[in-house]
């Protein structure tokens, strides 16, 4: 409906999905992916290939593709990022991530003061282009107005919604939670993100997690492990108490008390402004 905040839905990827598939049918050529009846966490991913397996999210079918809106492509190309699955080793955006983060404690998946008195959680998907549209224009006035001020702590949940590559860039943000560097690796990936499954390359993850200042071997190798699985896993259980069908996905709350989804009318900053203060005031 007019007014309500672009979002990444299961019902708008399965329904890209299956186009796709039925034009490839209709030209002889096979289809990309096949329809699942879960959503598809990544498991264990090697040579840049993930084994799929099925866990009960409850959500509808999904396992197509979706086009990264033609806004972002042309917002990645106009700020010089790099073409996807080639020349990565230099990454777009490594100073800005550093002057946003540099300074605010983060423990795993969270950003900001354990004593903020109030927690905005986000479920996100690295590839989705309406998360990374609010990571670049709306998260780092949130950032400088509450985070820092140590008014908001956020906590990000990732899932994955678009293909296999979402499930590698998501292992490796989670495997950079160890080193603290969840959150840089995660802006990071939105301030390069490219089309779909074509651009989420090791080399580019390697360059990814060196600029966000962690040790770039010891994430690639923890993203396989128990680890990172168990929190990825926790992730989409999470995902499926709070009903999350969609990304992103929003839920406030007082620390230490139950959140609630936070209903948007758009994903700009005058929105959550409004919630935020709403939540401190209580």
């Known amino acids: ?12 990827v399965n329904s890209k999905a299956k186009k796709r598939a039925a034009s490839r049918a209709r030209a002889g050529a096979p289809s990309r992916h ?13 040579r840049r290939e993930a084994r799929l397996y099925a866990y009960a999210l409850g959500l509808a079918a999904l396992a197509g593709s979706v086009l990264i809106g033609l806004s972002v492509i042309s917002a ?48 996100a998907d690295p590839q989705c282009p309406y998360c990374a549209l609010y990571a670049r224009d709306v998260l780092p006035t949130l950032i400088r107005e509450y985070v820092r001020p140590g008014r908001v702590q956020l906590v ?15 292992r490796t943000a989670a495997a950079a939670a160890s080193e603290h560097r969840l959150w840089n690796v995660l802006e990071l990936l939105y301030r390069n993100q490219g089309p779909e499954n074509s651009w989420v390359t090791d080399e580019l993850l390697r360059s990814i997690a060196t ?18 699985t168990g929190m990825v896993d926790r992730w ?7 009903g999350v069908d969609a990304v992103p996905a929003f839920f406030l709350g007082r620390r230490g008390g139950p ?4 209903e ?10 409004r919630a935020l203060d709403n939540a401190l005031q209580r």
């Open 1 to 12: 409906m007019p007014g309500e905040p672009a979002r990444t839905t299961l019902r708008d």
């Open 34 to 46: 096949a329809t699942h009846t879960h959503v598809r966490p990544v498991v264990a991913p090697r």
């Open 76 to 123: 990645n190309r106009s700020t010089g990022a790099p073409p996807p699955g080639g020349g990565t080793s230099a990454i777009v955006g490594g100073a800005e991530t550093a002057g946003l983060l540099d300074g605010i404690p983060q423990r795993g998946n969270r950003l900001g003061s354990s004593a903020a008195p109030v927690q905005l959680v986000e479920y």
């Open 156 to 170: 990000f949940r990732g899932l994955w919604f678009l293909g296999p590559d979402s499930g590698v860039a998501l």
């Open 211 to 228: 600029g966000a200042g962690a040790d770039a071997a010891r994430v690639i190798a923890a993203r396989d492990g128990a680890a990172v």
């Open 236 to 242: 989409g259980r999470l995902a499926e108490a709070d």
């Open 259 to 262: 959140v609630e989804r936070l």
């Open 264 to 273: 948007l009318t758009a994903l700009a900053a005058p929105d959550f402004r």
